[in-house]
């Protein structure tokens, strides 16, 4: 689950690790209040808008403007307010439709009054599935990818790595801050900051901190101006405040459904939707639609019970895809009777009248496999049937022929 | 013979009386698995389905000799459990839950460290079976036929479509190893691989992979230095897009490295036999064995 830059720094801030000043809007009448209370906090006309949407890139698009004084704070408000924010992040990239914005963070410009006094490092912290443990990676050359810096200088990102039952030591934090070249009040900072940042890491079970740029300010302060946060899903259930976070108009609402009838799908851009029970099967199941010729519309597992409630729910959700041009359904019963999903099958396809317009290919395996067909077979519905994982494949060749 | 798990395991059940504990450990003795109890805290000195349950996997080691344990207990206690099943002694820890926290899971894995004789399968995995002898999972039991053939996987159903495939073809499997789908699992493809390398009632292996991590990568290297079998491969989610998690939190393509296409490429580059569909696992087995045998 990803935060937004705002949430993200509120949460930094409860660790007490330092953030750029800011407050979020709504409205363009909210971001001048924002920007009139800011400026009693910070002394300065100077502001920065920054659209709130969960990519990176914003400025790119023009989703981040650094405004001088109030007038160009209220058409700088008004204009990021409500556009369709275009980020190489963004669905379709640059090329694609963008993602609305709804909310603006007024922040302080932290470069400001001496900006060639400031330095930008950047900071992540996420766990390293090869060391099982999780790791910190800084680097002197903040505010860039650094996918790019890693592949073109290696040398500048560092890597700490902390032992789980001990905790990020003092002399790790001394080290980073060291690797960076700091020294004097600016080194005492970045050790505060590190600590801050990966007690926040750990208190709220984070998958991923992405603090780019980290900045030293002109007068030695150590700050996050920006930040990505994704959190573990898995252990929400002991962050509910954290879980109360989510903006679900940032995820795609047809996910967002699925999600709700407990079926896990994901949204692809092919012709061929599928129904499958487990996410091995589902991901082959993608990868024999294209082997057959077709493209996977999505991926969709249902999980254990594939009863007749749940088989319709997933039709609908398949469906609301006009690119689908046909459906293959994939189970491997195991525990789940394959007679039971077949009748699911065939209840949800009557259940939904014509809303049904595409072919259907069911495929059943594992238990009364055979009994499965035949319900499948003398529905009378426009069905086809396979037990073999190849006859399926055939199938979907020949209904895109 | 096998691997892990056989006849004359003594397995436990922790989360015992448990709905899905519950199911599957009726289910698992059905199939004439030997359980020799299970653990539910709070509850021991009970039967549960005429098997003693006790309060803590020590009792149960001390009392019915456990040396293996199936795991059901939900995601926040499924860490503990793991770590309780470890210090008590249990050789063979097999973790069913999904769902667990990362976090959780990178404390269990330090534990374990320092627990060199205990291994965990795990978690978010079928279990391991070996035919005719020990279910200790929660595969569907009669699509297996005992035989010569391992099994290793992340995926629950896809393990059970190359059974079947395996089945079907006409031969058997050894031991099938559903290694589970998560990003921090107990025993690696690598691990599982090795087991089924030096076992001697093993004649072929089929190893199931997916996108996301280096595991695959890892055991196609050891492969191709130490292999004396023929070894079947697939990666699931050739079609998967970057940056998207596949239903299984380790499914997720975070480099140009753990994609299906580079991982099917090093495979093939390390001698493995790589299917790219899933519907020639079994057949390719075949073929490859009779390569061999000629």
Known sequence: MNLHEYQGKNLLKEYGVAIQDGIVAHTPEEAQAAYNTLKERTKSDMAVVKAQIHAGGRGKGGGIKLVKNFEELKTESSNILGMMLKTPQTPGGMEGPGKQVNKVLIAEDAYAPDFDACEEYYVSILMDRERKCNVIIYSTEGGMDIEKVAEETPHLVHKEYVDPTLGLQGFQMRKIAFNLGLSGQAFKEMTKFINSLYKAFIGSDASLFEINPTLKTGDDRIIAVDCKVSLDENALFRHKDLEELRDTSEEDATEVEAKSYGLNYVNLDGNVGCMVNGAGLAMATMDIIKLSGGEPANFLDVGGTADAARVEQAFRIILKDPAVKAILINIFGGIVRCDRVAQGVVDAYKNMGDAIKVPIIVRLQGTNADIAKDIIDNSGLEVHSAIQLQEAADLVKQVLA | ?294
């Open chain 2, 1 to 294: 013979m096998s691997v892990l798990v056989n006849k004359n395991s003594n397995i436990i059940v922790q989360g015992f009386t448990g709905k899905e504990g519950s199911f599957h450990a009726g289910q698992m003795i059905e199939y004439g698995t030997n359980i020799v109890g299970g653990v539910t805290p709070g509850k021991g000195g009970q039967t549960h389905l005429e098997k003693p349950v006790f309060n803590t996997v020590q009792e149960a080691v001390n009392k019915a000799n456990a040396d293996t344990s199936i795991i059901f207990v939900p995601p926040r206690f499924a860490g503990d459990a793991i770590m309780e099943a470890a210090d008590a002694g249990i050789k063979v820890v097999i973790c069913i839950t999904e769902g667990i926290p990362v976090q959780d899971m990178v404390k269990v894995k330090a534990y374990l460290n320092n627990k060199p004789d205990c291994r965990l399968i795990g978690p978010n995995c079928p279990g391991v079976m070996t035919p005719g002898e020990a279910k200790v999972g929660i595969m569907p039991g009669f699509i297996h036929n005992p035989g010569r053939i391992g099994i290793v996987s992340r995926s629950g159903t896809l393990t059970y479509e190359a059974v079947d495939q395996v089945t079907k073809a006409g031969m058997g499997q050894s031991t099938c190893i559903g290694i589970g789908g998560d990003p921090i699992v107990g025993t690696t493809t690598l691990d599982a691989v090795r087991l089924l390398m030096e076992d001697p009632d093993t004649d072929g292996i089929i190893m199931i992979g997916e996108i996301g991590g280096s595991m695959e990568a890892d055991a196609s290297r050891w492969i191709k230095e130490n292999a004396t079998k023929p070894v079947v491969g697939f990666i699931a989610g050739q079609t998967a897009p970057a940056g998207r998690t596949m239903g299984h939190a380790g499914a997720i393509i975070g480099g140009a490295e753990d994609t299906a296409e580079a991982k099917m490429k090093i495979m093939d580059e390390c001698g493995i036999h790589v299917v790219k569909s899933p519907a020639e696992i079994g057949i390719t087995m075949k073929t490859a064995l009779a390569g061999v045998k000629a």
